[in-house]
T-cell receptor
Framework: AQTVTQSQPEMSVQEAETVTLSCTYD???????LFWYKQPPSRQMILVIR??????QNATENRFSVNFQKAAKSFSLKISDSQLGDAAMYFC???????????????FGKGTKLSVIP | EAGVTQSPTHLIKTRGQQATLRCSPI?????VYWYQQALGLGLQFLLW???????NRGNFPPRFSGRQFPNYSSELNVNALELEDSALYLC???FGGGTYGYTFGSGTRLTVV
């Protein structure tokens, strides 16, 4: 079974600065998908960014980018020019690329609570 | 386009009672996933439904069950409620296998007293 670990329970960043959230995962599979989700106080999980394991190029979505290191099984999220609205819980998630009954659900880490200081 | 809707928003039940939580997926999404988010435990996978069938379930006792209706909406039932069932229950939907991620609802906060 795959596991996802987020080693930073809480982090803080000054407004307009850059912060990096860490995520590592354990899998024996070679093809998979990785995601970062944001959960603000409204509780709704919002997809921030997605990475396909077979693509070497790191995904980027506006101020959000990832550093995907497949050999190290690391998938960190960088938030540039942090804004007050970025304050939330951030979850890293893994999904197998293989079909089968146990493959389609996302496996989540325990999350990192990000605070943005004005 | 309407998002994933869950009802009720909050639910308070007494230990031993049954709770029913409902989820309507995004139009066109055939898969529905249920997750439990208890304090400090992250999101734990509960159930996955696709095309009306239960496809997989997580490591939860049988008193957690559900179903998916022909219109792809879903219901999660929790029988014989225990205090530790108190959590946020999140529903998500996807088209196909969800390789582009899921769309989540805002959850149902279940409190067992």
């Amino acid at each position: 079974a795959q596991t996802v670990t987020q080693s930073q329970p809480e982090m803080s960043v000054q407004e307009a600065e850059t912060v990096t959230l860490s995520c590592t995962y354990d899998t024996s599979e070679s093809d998979y998908y990785l995601f970062w989700y944001k959960q603000p106080p409204s509780r709704q999980m919002i997809l921030v960014i997605r990475q396909e394991a077979y693509k070497q190029q790191n995904a980027t979505e506006n101020r959000f980018s990832v550093n995907f290191q497949k050999a190290a099984k690391s998938f960190s999220l960088k938030i540039s020019d942090s804004q007050l609205g970025d304050a939330a819980m951030y979850f890293c998630a893994y999904r197998s690329a293989y079909s089968g009954a146990g493959s389609y659900q996302l496996t989540f880490g325990k999350g990192t609570k990000l605070s943005v200081i004005p | 386009e309407a998002g994933v809707t869950q009802s009720p928003t909050h639910l308070i039940k007494t230990r031993g009672q049954q709770a029913t939580l409902r989820c309507s997926p995004i139009s066109g999404h055939t898969s529905v996933y249920w997750y439990q988010q208890a304090l400090g435990l992250g999101l734990q996978f509960l159930l996955w439904y696709d095309e009306g069938e239960e496809r997989n379930r997580g490591n939860f006792p049988p008193r957690f069950s559900g179903r998916q209706f022909p219109n792809y909406s879903s219901e999660l039932n929790v029988n014989a409620l225990e205090l530790e069932d108190s959590a946020l229950y999140l529903c998500a939907s996807s088209f196909g296998g969800g390789t582009y991620g899921y769309t989540f609802g805002s959850g149902t906060r279940l409190t067992v007293v």
